[in-house]
């Protein structure tokens, strides 16, 4: 029966549908369940499948008239996992509190039931009424503080060696195997166990969600919110004296037994413990009674002077030890939340947290996830009350550079909470250099890995043929400690010194790591130019514009990765362009510069169109009083050296493959700026009627297929057209001040071939159509 009892529930524990069994199936498991006679064994089993059919219509449990603790807890169990109907639940809860508030008979246990209870109050906290949790509350205070310090006695085995006359259990011990003096706690340790020691260790564990529920308020019953807060100030006080502590309400007794509870703890964790199982625990309990004690002080501001200078003397204590950075955490927490009414100097506990743990463990991926969740959920927090959160910011990224791309939700709900003016430049860096960030960690790491003798400096007059050699060289010293630094810093020119280094460590551009987290920069770039755009300032936006032209072609050796971030920029500088379109006349110079080199059109193909663009459209005196004729005429000149080269056919030269997108962008900017300089008209004509020899000749048919070619000669026809109207290409390409910005003027440039198309019909009749 066993047998055949654990397959049927693998099957259905393993199948992605729901399934159904026999009606009749269903009624013999729920009285197998409930049998009295039937071994245990075999009652878990038929309660385990029960869970997995869930919801179960033909379901006819009841707890109300079960009372053995071990099967009321697995029929619970069975009815809670049907779903989240408050009267199930809160019967289920009605019936667990009123098994604890009774006097249970000769061998049952209530260590059954605290589970089903912390179930209770995860699916429906008000299933409880107010005087329940009081009875609870006094009971959970109770096995906290006064559980036994004796070991537990063993059951006998009843073989026939068994000794009747056992001897005495001994007292429990600490982790270092030291007498326990004190109250027992989770991390006393026996060979055997009391009933009451189990109820401690149980009551523990959800000792955080009991809080959490109904530690902080009451809720609104006849017997509760008659005290004024003079009452309540008052009970605070004298929660602090456990000599009173028989007198005090239920709940702010627990309050003060779950307090004293967690100091034990903390001194408890002060132990070398013996078994490395002993130590995970003590750091796991740790953690835990510092979070709990940060709930108590939210919910009575009395303990917050205590708990402070307790944490404080703790966080001394174990911030020099890696084991113990989860701990800092909850502390740091703590002094987030209540820093400020304990009247305690914070900086030094979030500097060294902010400092010194990302640098050494953000090889951690639980300690990572868990860090930027922190940051996460407290970044409104840190910004309001400390600046060393956006001091230390470069420090975080190396979280996301090495456990990329898990940790990409959370970055995208912290990074707006970094950006600012001061921010925005160095973080573009930050985002642009991640790739390379993650391969010098890892050359970090290796590099920590040699022995001692081969981690020593090595001759900066010869050339490092590999990364770990460069990680050793002074001449790259400066580059690695600019990638791995762990505050802002201007980056400007720093940034440049990369290029060699960003050359050598080409060689792990292949590795899977660096290649996850190249997949997250085009995500993190549209989300920091969305924010930018918000808060941007004119300097910042030229900065940014400029940046963008720079990094374009310093970037990480990936092809998919550069192809991705030209993408993400070339659109973002379109932005950035229709926010401050006078941007083109301040940064003539660096535009100029840009689109006249005709190796960007291959290599930075994107940005390239989209900078030609930007200048054909608002390089005009109705975006900017101060554009000249002058600058206008230089473009126009810059720009025409750049398509004559590119349409320039040599006898015995092969042709490059230009993108015909790029070439006739460029068509357009020229048309463009010759309609706002009139004299500039027949140049462009000129060169436009030249398009059909350039597509026809057999250089360009070799290497452009016939609809690239169609596209190219459509558009310079169309362009030619329009020039034929001054007026009309005047008014098109050079909107005055009122137009410019208006909705016809937006839908103009956004159907501008189909307008173009319009004309050329107008200027090109179709066959037999007679003028009236």
């Known amino acids: 029966?066993?047998?055949?009892?654990?397959?049927?529930?693998?099957?259905?524990?393993?199948?992605?549908?729901?399934?159904?069994?026999?009606?009749?199936?269903?009624?013999?498991?729920?009285?197998?369940?409930?049998?009295?006679?039937?071994?245990?064994?075999?009652?878990?089993?038929?309660?385990?499948?029960?869970?997995?059919?869930?919801?179960?219509?033909?379901?006819?449990?009841?707890?109300?008239?079960?009372?053995?603790?071990?099967?009321?807890?697995?029929?619970?169990?069975?009815?809670?996992?049907?779903?989240?109907?408050?009267?199930?639940?809160?019967?289920?809860?009605?019936?667990?509190?009123?098994?604890?508030?009774?006097?249970?008979?000769?061998?049952?246990?209530?260590?059954?039931?605290?589970?089903?209870?912390?179930?209770?109050?995860?699916?429906?906290?008000?299933?409880?009424?107010?005087?329940?949790?009081?009875?609870?509350?006094k009971k959970m205070a109770d096995w906290l503080r006064y559980a036994s310090t004796q070991q537990g006695v063993a059951q006998p085995s009843g073989g026939f060696f068994s000794n009747p006359r056992t001897r005495q259990p001994g007292p429990?011990?600490?982790?270092?195997?030291?007498?326990a003096t004190d109250f027992f706690t989770v991390l006393s340790l026996g060979q055997h166990y009391t009933e009451d020691q189990w109820l401690n260790m149980q009551t523990f564990s959800m000792l955080r969600k009991w809080l959490l529920c109904y530690g902080g308020k009451e809720m609104n019953t006849p017997n509760s919110g008659d005290k004024s807060e003079m009452d309540r100030s008052a009970m605070s006080v004298v929660s602090t004296s456990s000599t009173s502590s028989r007198l005090l309400p239920p709940r702010e007794r627990l309050r003060e037994k779950a307090f004293e509870y967690c100091q034990r703890l903390i001194e408890q964790s002060n132990r070398q413990a013996l078994k490395k199982a002993d130590g995970d625990l003590q750091k796991a309990c740790l953690i835990e009674a510092?979070?709990?004690?940060?709930?108590?002080?939210?919910?009575?501001?009395?303990?917050?002077?205590?708990?402070?200078?307790?944490?404080?003397?703790?966080?001394?204590?174990?911030?020099?030890?890696?084991?113990?950075?989860r701990a800092l955490l909850p502390i740091a927490q703590?002094?987030?939340?209540?820093?400020?009414?304990?009247?305690?100097?914070?900086?030094?506990?979030?500097?060294?947290?902010?400092?010194?743990?990302?640098?050494?463990?953000?090889?951690?991926?639980?300690?990572?996830?868990?860090?930027?969740?922190?940051c996460k959920d407290n970044s409104r927090l840190f910004t309001e009350t400390s600046s060393i959160f956006r001091q230390r910011f470069p420090n975080l990224f190396k979280f996301l550079a090495w456990n990329s791309p898990p940790?990409?939700?959370?970055?995208?709900?912290?990074?707006?909470?970094?950006?600012?003016?001061?921010?925005?430049?160095?973080?573009?860096?930050l985002l642009l250099d991640l790739p390379c960030l993650t391969a010098a960690l890892d050359v970090q790491m290796r590099s920590s890995s040699l022995p001692s003798a081969e981690r020593a400096a090595c001759d900066p007059a010869v050339k490092p043929a590999t990364c770990l050699e460069a990680f050793r060289n002074p001449l790259y010293r400066s580059a690695f400690q600019y990638l791995l630094r762990h505050a802002f810093i201007s980056s400007f020119l720093t940034a440049r010194r990369l290029i060699p280094l960003r050359q050598l460590l080409g060689s792990l551009a292949s590795s899977p790591r660096v290649m996850q987290c190249a997949d997250t920069v085009p995500v993190l770039l549209e989300l920091f130019f969305s924010v930018v755009a918000e808060f941007a300032d004119a300097s910042l936006i030229n900065q940014l514009v400029v940046l963008v032209l720079q990094r374009s072609d310093q970037l990480y050796e990936i092809p998919a990765f550069k192809d991705d971030v030209h993408r993400v920029l070339s659109s973002q500088l379109v932005m950035l362009c229709k926010l401050r379109p006078a941007l083109v006349v301040e940064l003539s110079k660096e535009l100029l510069e840009f689109s006249g080199t005709v190796s960007n059109i291959q290599n930075k193909e994107p940005i390239f169109t989209h900078v030609v663009w930007a200048i054909g459209e608002y390089m005009s005196v109705s975006y900017d009083k101060r554009c000249t004729v002058e600058q206008i005429n230089r473009f126009f000149e810059t720009l025409e050296a750049v398509l004559f080269e590119v349409t320039q056919v040599r006898p015995q030269a092969s042709v490059p493959n230009y993108a015909p997108r790029a070439i006739t962008v460029l068509m357009t900017a020229l048309t463009k700026l010759a309609a706002r300089s009139q004299d500039l008209i027949p140049r462009v004509s000129l060169f436009l009627s030249k398009m059909r020899t350039f597509v026809q000749s057999p250089a360009v048919t070799s290497v452009y297929c016939e609809e690239d070619r169609e596209e190219i000669l459509t558009r310079a026809t169309e362009l030619m057209n329009l020039l034929k109207m001054p007026s009309v290409a005047q008014f098109v390409f050079t909107p005055s001040v009122d137009v410019a910005h208006t909705r016809f003027q937006k839908e103009v440039n956004d159907t501008l071939p189909s307008a173009l198309r319009i004309v050329t019909r107008l200027l090109e009749p179709a066959p037999g159509f007679v003028p009236g």
Request: proline share 4%; with cysteine.
């Open 1 to 137: 029966a066993v047998d055949c009892l654990q397959r049927l529930h693998l099957v259905l524990a393993a199948s992605k549908s729901p399934r159904r069994l026999d009606a009749r199936l269903v009624e013999l498991l729920q009285a197998v369940l409930c049998s009295p006679k039937c071994p245990e064994q075999i009652q878990l089993l038929c309660a385990a499948i029960l869970r997995e059919m869930a919801p179960c219509d033909g379901l006819r449990l009841s707890c109300h008239r079960i009372h053995d603790t071990k099967l009321l807890s697995l029929v619970s169990s069975v009815l809670l996992a049907q779903g989240e109907e408050k009267a199930a639940v809160s019967a289920v809860g009605q019936r667990v509190v009123k098994a604890l508030e009774g006097r249970l008979p000769e061998g049952q246990s209530s260590r059954y039931l605290l589970p089903v209870l912390s179930n209770v109050i995860s699916l429906s906290p008000e299933a409880l009424t107010e005087e329940q949790i009081n009875v609870v509350s």
């Open 172 to 179: 429990v011990t600490e982790v270092d195997g030291a007498i």
């Open 290 to 325: 510092v979070t709990i004690m940060d709930i108590i002080c939210k919910q009575d501001s009395s303990y917050v002077y205590r708990a402070a200078s307790f944490l404080k003397i703790l966080h001394g204590r174990i911030n020099g030890d890696a084991t113990y950075a």
């Open 334 to 374: 703590f002094f987030l939340n209540h820093g400020e009414m304990a009247a305690v100097d914070c900086d030094a506990i979030y500097k060294h947290l902010f400092t010194d743990i990302p640098a050494q463990l953000f090889h951690n991926s639980s300690l990572a996830f868990e860090f930027v969740l922190f």
């Open 407 to 429: 940790l990409i939700a959370e970055f995208v709900d912290i990074l707006p909470f970094l950006l600012d003016v001061g921010t925005a430049i160095e973080i573009f860096h």
